[in-house]
T-cell receptor, first 114, second 111 residues
Framework: GAVVSQHPSWVICKSGTSVKIECRSL??????MFWYRQFPKQSLMLMAT?????????EQGVEKDKFLINHASLTLSTLTVTSAHPEDSSFYIC??????????FGSGTQLSVL | DAKTTQPPSMDCAEGRAANLPCNHS???????VYWYRQIHSQGPQYIIH???NNETNEMASLIITEDRKSSTLILPHATLRDTAVYYC????????????FGKGTHLIIQP
């Protein structure tokens, strides 16, 4: 099956620093990738849709200047949390649209901001 | 808002069939029913999807009612590793939209 690799699995950073999360589709090309955020005991919330070669589309309430998304190739999308604060601590998950209209998900990144 | 309704939690004995219901009474003609599951602290895993016919794969079976207003995911022989949150999601076919997750059903397999 299709594999989506997400890195890092977890990261701890100081408040005010920036953190980059990578999402790669390993065995298929993904023109569209999605970024989700999940707080403890809650469901996944779509943050943004990332299309290769164009600007990301952000969901209402998600700050585009804070969550920078780059989808520079058909196999890689990155999410950068800029000037992270403790309230940004969350589980971030990427997904890629593969064949058969299925979405395949990465394993997630647990971000803890101190 | 999620367009599906699922019970918040269910228990099932190990080795028995787990039947997870989902209501999607406002589903449109071009919307598929998808099932994903999420084991704690991992990304969601695709299980199965269908439009109107029943579907079966190596993981599960999906039974969709004739009016398409509800469906049931069946795990034929549940194991402890099937303990997870199961999400039933409707999504238009042919589109490039992301999935909208509801609260899902927390399935607990009891030894």
């Amino acid at each position: 099956g299709a594999v989506v690799s997400q890195h890092p699995s977890w990261v701890i950073c100081k408040s005010g620093t920036s953190v980059k999360i990578e999402c790669r589709s390993l065995d298929f090309q993904a023109t569209t990738m999605f970024w989700y955020r999940q707080f403890p005991k809650q469901s996944l919330m779509l943050m943004a849709t990332s299309n290769e070669g164009s600007k990301a589309t952000y969901e209402q309430g998600v700050e585009k200047d804070k969550f920078l998304i780059n989808h520079a190739s058909l196999t890689l999308s990155t999410l950068t949390v800029t000037s992270a604060h403790p309230e940004d601590s969350s589980f971030y998950i990427c997904s890629a649209l593969g064949r058969g209209e299925k979405l395949f998900f990465g394993s997630g990144t647990q971000l803890s901001v101190l | 808002d999620a367009k599906t309704t699922q019970p918040p939690s269910m228990d099932c004995a190990e080795g028995r069939a787990a039947n997870l219901p989902c209501n999607h009474s406002t589903i449109s003609g071009n919307e598929y029913v998808y099932w994903y599951r999420q084991i704690h602290s991992q990304g969601p895993q695709y299980i199965i999807h269908g439009l109107k016919n029943n579907e079966t794969n190596e993981m599960a079976s999906l039974i969709i009612t004739e009016d398409r207003k509800s469906s049931t995911l069946i795990l034929p022989h549940a194991t402890l590793r099937d303990t997870a949150v199961y999400y039933c999601i409707v999504r238009a076919g042919g589109g490039a939209d992301g999935l909208t997750f509801g609260k899902g059903t927390h399935l607990i397999i009891q030894p």
